[in-house]
């Protein structure tokens, strides 16, 4: 130890980087961490939990309008204010920056708040132009929004301004078909925005069973947001009003107030100096780790999406987690990518864990499948007429759950339990012993047919 500075130096505090840091310094390792933004990384200062709270700020929108079923006299003129939300959010990301700040330090983790880059198998130069030197180096620094190369994408946005826009548009144009495209159309859309979203295939969220994103497609439609496929944005020009004239081949042009690109995101590796230490990166640009999360070389690991296995933060902590127990507490630890639960928070969310159908026909070949497609009572009393869908894929031979998916109300929150019964690889039956828990959606679960 004598001969570094540090056991351990960590390029990024966000999610991955952040746990393995703490972690390591309560293991006992002499720790700092880098970071040139803010401590807390994409999750905590621009991607889930300031999405999340405009997710439940959006959906006041709907359930004002349900209010009135519910006897409540809701004014017509009832307005929202985007500015209050958005500077309520932002307060509470600046809270938990601190928050983070603060747990690095309770554990004695130095943070160096500069840009740090790697300077050999054991060296980290500082924007400052200092050098510091660490017996292991781990590389935290994460993705960014991939923005095309197209004349005018100076006009668009990312997700990453999302969170600090100064008006409401009124028009907005989407780009991708993925998580963060969907999250905010409903977003958005709620907001009373007219949203178009379009995508180059003819498949949102393509990793999703296709019957709950075929369930989303319509909904979404019957809201009002528009869809458009097999499109792609040429190009933006500015008008003189300040509004965007948006050019697509094969569709009619678009002028809105508002370009959002969430085509994927692309690993930070980009003048990192990973060079200098030989690190690996695959073809994609993401650093290429072994099951430890060792890069090619061998004091230097990665963690999250840099690395770009699963680009989702309860992954990215367990990934730094399982390095700093490998490394620092002699405990080699990998991390089970199998059955990993996700959502998207769309307007209603959707949920799944394990395969969906198409994946297990091709596996597994005998499959059998049992759904339940139901209108909450809630939406009832409402007169909303917006159906939630649960399926269930079960392995024909053994009955094993292999799959469940779902929307509806709070269909990530009951996912996050059955997705302990699945992965424990639980079977229908075991389900079906279960005595319903009446009246909730969740029920729906054990009484599947
Ligand atoms: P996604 O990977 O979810 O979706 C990307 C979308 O953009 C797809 O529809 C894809 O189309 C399209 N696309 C990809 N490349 C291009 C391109 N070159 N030109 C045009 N379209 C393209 O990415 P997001 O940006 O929505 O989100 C990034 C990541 O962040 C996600 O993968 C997810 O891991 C994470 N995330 C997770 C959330 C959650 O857990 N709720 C929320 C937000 C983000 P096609 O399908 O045809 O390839």
Redesign the pocket.
């Given at each position: 130890m004598a001969d570094y500075d540090y056991d351990l130096f960590v390029i990024g505090a966000g999610s991955g980087g952040v746990r393995a840091a703490r972690v390591s310094a309560a293991h006992g390792a002499k720790v700092a961490i880098a970071e040139d933004h803010q401590v807390g990384g994409t999750c905590v200062i621009r991607?889930?939990v300031p999405?999340k709270l405009l997710v439940y700020g959006a959906h006041f929108a709907e359930d004002l309008k349900d209010a009135t079923r519910f006897g409540w006299q809701v004014p017509e003129d009832c307005a929202f204010d985007w500015p209050t939300l958005r500077d309520n959010v932002l307060a509470e990301v600046e809270r938990l920056n601190g928050a983070y700040t603060n747990t690095l330090e309770s554990h004695d983790v130095e943070i160096i708040l500069e840009r740090a880059t790697v300077a050999g198998p054991h060296e980290v130069k500082l924007a400052s132009g200092e050098t510091k030197t660490a017996k292991y180096i781990l590389v935290a620094v994460g993705?960014r929004?991939?923005m095309?190369d197209i004349p005018g994408i100076e006009h668009a946005v990312s997700?990453n301004e999302m969170f600090h826009l100064d008006e409401m548009p009124k028009r907005a144009l989407i780009?991708?078909?993925?998580?963060?495209?969907?999250?905010f159309a409903g977003i958005l859309h709620e907001f009373a925005c007219e949203v178009t979203l379009v995508?180059?295939?003819d498949?949102?969220?393509?990793q999703y069973d296709q019957s709950i994103r075929d369930r989303l497609l319509q909904l979404s439609m019957t809201k009002g947001i528009d869809f458009r496929f097999h499109c792609?944005i040429e190009k933006i020009e500015k008008n003189e009003d300040g509004s965007l004239h948006v050019t697509m081949p094969g569709h009619s042009d678009m002028d809105v107030d508002l370009v959002l690109f969430?085509?994927?995101?692309v690993p930070n590796t980009e003048n990192l100096g990973l060079d200098s230490a030989n690190v690996e990166l695959d073809d994609k640009g993401a650093i290429t780790v072994d099951e430890y999360s060792k890069t090619s070389c061998d004091s230097i690991y990665a963690v999250g999406?840099v690395t770009n296995r699963?680009?989702?933060?309860p992954v990215a902590i367990r990934e730094g987690q399982a390095f700093a127990d490998t490394v620092f507490n002699d405990k080699p630890t990998t991390v089970d990518y199998d059955c990993i639960p996700?959502?998207?928070?769309s307007h209603p969310p959707m949920a799944g864990v394990g395969m969906t159908e198409g994946e297990a026909r091709n596996t597994l070949g005998s499959i059998k499948v049992y759904t339940s497609d139901f209108r909450a009572m809630k939406n009832v009393l409402a007169e909303r007429n917006e159906r939630a869908l649960y399926k269930m894929i079960t392995d024909a031979e053994t009955g094993k759950i292999v799959g469940l998916h779902m929307i509806g109300p709070d269909a990530p929150e009951i996912l996050q339990a059955a997705a302990v019964a699945v992965k424990a690889g639980l079977t229908k039956a075991d389900f079906d012993n279960v005595v319903a828990l009446h009246p909730t959606m969740a029920e729906e679960l054990v009484l599947l047919k």
């Amino acid at each position: 130890m004598a001969d570094y500075d540090y056991d351990l130096f960590v390029i990024g505090a966000g999610s991955g980087g952040v746990r393995a840091a703490r972690v390591s310094a309560a293991h006992g390792a002499k720790v700092a961490i880098a970071e040139d933004h803010q401590v807390g990384g994409t999750c905590v200062i621009r991607g889930c939990v300031p999405k999340k709270l405009l997710v439940y700020g959006a959906h006041f929108a709907e359930d004002l309008k349900d209010a009135t079923r519910f006897g409540w006299q809701v004014p017509e003129d009832c307005a929202f204010d985007w500015p209050t939300l958005r500077d309520n959010v932002l307060a509470e990301v600046e809270r938990l920056n601190g928050a983070y700040t603060n747990t690095l330090e309770s554990h004695d983790v130095e943070i160096i708040l500069e840009r740090a880059t790697v300077a050999g198998p054991h060296e980290v130069k500082l924007a400052s132009g200092e050098t510091k030197t660490a017996k292991y180096i781990l590389v935290a620094v994460g993705a960014r929004p991939h923005m095309p190369d197209i004349p005018g994408i100076e006009h668009a946005v990312s997700s990453n301004e999302m969170f600090h826009l100064d008006e409401m548009p009124k028009r907005a144009l989407i780009a991708g078909g993925g998580y963060i495209a969907n999250e905010f159309a409903g977003i958005l859309h709620e907001f009373a925005c007219e949203v178009t979203l379009v995508n180059r295939s003819d498949v949102i969220l393509r990793q999703y069973d296709q019957s709950i994103r075929d369930r989303l497609l319509q909904l979404s439609m019957t809201k009002g947001i528009d869809f458009r496929f097999h499109c792609e944005i040429e190009k933006i020009e500015k008008n003189e009003d300040g509004s965007l004239h948006v050019t697509m081949p094969g569709h009619s042009d678009m002028d809105v107030d508002l370009v959002l690109f969430a085509t994927g995101r692309v690993p930070n590796t980009e003048n990192l100096g990973l060079d200098s230490a030989n690190v690996e990166l695959d073809d994609k640009g993401a650093i290429t780790v072994d099951e430890y999360s060792k890069t090619s070389c061998d004091s230097i690991y990665a963690v999250g999406d840099v690395t770009n296995r699963v680009q989702l933060t309860p992954v990215a902590i367990r990934e730094g987690q399982a390095f700093a127990d490998t490394v620092f507490n002699d405990k080699p630890t990998t991390v089970d990518y199998d059955c990993i639960p996700s959502a998207v928070f769309s307007h209603p969310p959707m949920a799944g864990v394990g395969m969906t159908e198409g994946e297990a026909r091709n596996t597994l070949g005998s499959i059998k499948v049992y759904t339940s497609d139901f209108r909450a009572m809630k939406n009832v009393l409402a007169e909303r007429n917006e159906r939630a869908l649960y399926k269930m894929i079960t392995d024909a031979e053994t009955g094993k759950i292999v799959g469940l998916h779902m929307i509806g109300p709070d269909a990530p929150e009951i996912l996050q339990a059955a997705a302990v019964a699945v992965k424990a690889g639980l079977t229908k039956a075991d389900f079906d012993n279960v005595v319903a828990l009446h009246p909730t959606m969740a029920e729906e679960l054990v009484l599947l047919k």
